[in-house]
């Protein structure tokens, strides 16, 4: 989360909000999914 938030910081403004570009990690990214899924 953490990191994603860093990501977001340095990326120029986007109209996407904060939900949808988690929703649009979590289903690309497996790890990310794996991670969530542990805590």
């Given at each position: 989360m953490?990191?994603?938030l860093l990501c977001s910081?340095?990326?120029p403004v986007s109209?996407?909000?904060i939900e949808?570009?988690?929703v649009r990690a979590y289903q690309s990214n497996p790890q990310l999914n794996a991670q969530r899924a542990s805590v």
């Open positions: 953490a990191l994603l910081a340095a990326a109209a996407d909000t949808a570009a988690l």
